[in-house]
């Protein structure tokens, strides 16, 4: 006859043994922890911030956020330490591209939940918009005009940009006023 000692831990630390020899053993329910939910993902300037409702597990203490390419890859974690907020900061490698967040849930005993569903952002290469004050001007002979432009930065553009006009009719001639150039 085999003889077995039983010790059992839950979700939240409990540990109970038994105290007698025991001949057979019942299955315990243990519940899993529970995910968070409402996973939202928003871009803002090349970074995405995310934010999640709490896990409804009283043993929770933080989070893990989960990064990947496609909506069913697992994804790999991108905290370097567990989180104990509800929103997180990411930075993503790449711009250009779409990627899918997961968060999932952590106890006092380092256990995880099951991933979150997930949640989709596109972060846009950085770029940026020229605006003119005029779109088109009529100039006589001998003539100047003046147009005012202005560059609008976009999802963390904050490269030098290099202004040139093309297309002029002969013996016309551009120049930019680069004393009135502001940032």
């Known amino acids: 006859?085999?003889?077995?000692?039983?010790?059992?831990?839950?979700?939240?630390?409990n540990v109970v043994e038994s105290t007698e020899k025991q001949e057979k053993i019942e299955k315990i329910a243990v519940s899993p922890i529970q995910p968070p939910t409402g996973l939202t993902a928003q871009e803002k300037s090349g970074t995405v911030e995310l934010s999640w409702?709490?896990?409804v597990d009283?043993?929770?203490?933080?989070?893990?956020?989960?990064?990947?390419?496609t909506k069913d890859e697992a994804g790999s974690k991108v905290n370097?330490?567990?989180v104990a907020a509800l929103i997180y900061q990411d930075k993503p490698p790449e711009t250009g591209k779409t990627y899918w967040y997961r968060v999932t849930a952590v106890n006092a005993h380092g256990k995880e939940s099951e991933k979150s569903e997930a949640a989709e952002v596109l972060v846009p290469a950085p770029d940026f918009e020229v605006?003119?004050?005029k779109s088109k001007q009529s100039v006589?002979?001998?003539?100047?005009?003046?147009?005012?432009?202005s560059l609008e930065q976009k999802h963390g553009f904050?490269?030098?940009?290099?202004?040139?006009?093309?297309?002029?009719?002969s013996g016309v001639t551009a120049s930019f006023d680069l004393d009135r150039l502001s940032s």
């Open 53 to 55: 409702n709490a896990s």
């Open 158 to 169: 904050d490269e030098e940009v290099d202004l040139s006009v093309k297309g002029l009719p």
């Open 58 to 69: 009283p043993s929770v203490i933080g989070y893990n956020v989960y990064r990947g390419a």
């Open 131 to 133: 605006k003119s004050d």
């Open 1 to 13: 006859t085999l003889y077995y000692k039983v010790k059992v831990e839950d979700n939240a630390g």
């Open 80 to 82: 370097a330490v567990m």
């Open 140 to 149: 006589q002979a001998g003539q100047k005009a003046t147009f005012v432009i």
